[in-house]
């Protein structure tokens, strides 16, 4: 019983991952001033489409870094 639950837990922990990042919509910021006014920001959606989980992590390969010139 008790492994069971541990591993619906694990299961339903890894869903968000599974998911990846959602569109993100263009919002307000809104503040509350001292006086009772209230400032409105607006914040604009990202550009383009939401970044993958690989760029998420950030991948690490050998092919994009420089090299070292040892000639000089």
């Known amino acids: 019983m008790t492994r069971r639950l541990l591993a619906l837990f694990g299961t339903l922990a890894l869903v968000p991952a599974m998911v990846g990042p959602l569109q993100v919509e263009a919002r307000d910021f809104v503040a509350m001033t001292c006086g009772g006014g209230v400032l409105s920001v607006p914040v ?23 090299r070292l010139d040892r000639s000089q």
């Open 44 to 66: 604009p959606a990202p550009p383009g489409p939401p970044q993958g989980p690989c760029c998420a992590k950030g991948c690490h390969s050998d092919s994009k870094r420089k």
